[in-house]
Structures are given as structure tokens and as C-alpha cells.
């Protein structure tokens, strides 16, 4: 699994803005437990690649080890989503900061309302789904106490009573 695609370059450009020097990049990766082997590709890149780039580097690194660089990435989504330390940003960039901040927020917002929305539709399909295998089990019931009474007529041996039977079981049919 991976970040959908809007939110990890909200979170690129506000890491970004937030954090800003490359190496305070790369230590905020490594406290949200960016696995070794991606942190020794993004010290390499640091010198001559921009931030954003190294941060999308390591989504997509993160993506190729499944579950568990999910994990990571969203640790570093939640890390930088509750982000309050303002007062170690430069009052020149501090602006620039918070807008992306606030927009990573609203991304996250909408997102996890998405989410939200998708788990609720697959739990109501889900019941609808078992109330359905559930109706059909009761109708298998209900067919084969049919059969039984059919076979239990089909055997009298008077016309008119395995008639008038057939007639009462025709009724309970329709």
C-alpha cells in the first residue's frame, strides 16, 4: 500500500517547508523509522537532489516493502500532520510553512474521510451480503419441507384425496 497520491506531495512540499535543511530531513526520516537501507540512498542523494524529490524517493521505496513501509510512511504523515514546533522555523519561511501544513491537514482530512466513507459502504455490503445467505438458507429449508410434502403425496394411493392434497401444497406454494 501507498499514500494516495495528493497527500505524499502535500507532506513532500510541507516536509519541505517545515523542516527545510536537508540534514533536519533526514533526521526527522530516521526518528520516523525510514529503514537503513533507504536512509543510506537518501544521505547519497542529499547534496544534489531537492527535498521534495528525496522525499518522494523514499515513498516509493516505502511502497516496495508493503505493509511495513506503510507503516513508516504513516508515521511520518501523522508525525508532520500534528507538527507544533513553530518556533524553530525562521519567521521568513514560517508563513510559507503553515500554509502547507494546513493544506497537508485538509489533504489528510478528506482523506481519512474517504476512508471512513469506504469502510462503512464495505461493512453495509458486507451485512447485506449475510442477510442474503442468510434468507437463501432459510429458503432451502422452506423448498425442501416442499419436497417432502410432495413426496409424502405423490405416494397416496386415492385420486381425489392426492388431489385435493396437491391443490393445499399448490396454495402454500403461491
Known amino acids: 500500500m501507498r499514500l494516495p497520491q495528493d497527500v505524499a506531495n ?25 529503514p537503513k537501507s533507504i536512509m543510506l540512498e537518501v544521505r547519497r542523494m542529499q547534496r544534489d537532489t531537492p ?9 516509493d521505496q516505502l511502497a516496495e516493502k508493503g505493509d511495513e513501509g506503510f507503516n513508516v ?6 508525525k508532520l500532520y500534528y507538527w507544533n514546533d513553530f518556533h524553530t522555523i525562521p519567521t521568513d519561511r514560517k508563513e510559507q510553512a503553515m500554509v502547507s501544513l494546513k493544506a497537508l491537514r485538509e489533504a489528510y482530512k ?16 458486507h451485512a447485506e451480503r449475510a442477510e442474503r445467505s442468510r434468507l437463501t438458507k432459510l429458503d432451502h429449508v422452506k423448498l425442501q419441507s416442499f419436497r417432502d410434502e410432495f ?7 386415492n385420486r381425489q384425496e392426492r388431489g385435493n392434497q396437491f391443490q393445499d401444497l399448490m396454495n402454500k406454494i403461491f
Open 10 to 34: 502535500l507532506l513532500a512540499v510541507a516536509i519541505r517547508d517545515v523542516i527545510w535543511f536537508k540534514q533536519n530531513v533526514s533526521a526527522f526520516l530516521d526518528a520516523c523509522g525510514v
Open 51 to 59: 527535498t521534495i524529490k528525496i522525499v518522494h524517493h523514499v515513498f
Open 73 to 78: 510512511a504513516k508515521r511520518l504523515l501523522t
Open 110 to 125: 478528506r482523506y481519512e474521510a474517504q476512508e471512513d466513507y469506504q469502510k462503512e459502504q464495505e461493512r453495509k455490503m
Open 151 to 157: 413426496d409424502c403425496i405423490h405416494a397416496l394411493k
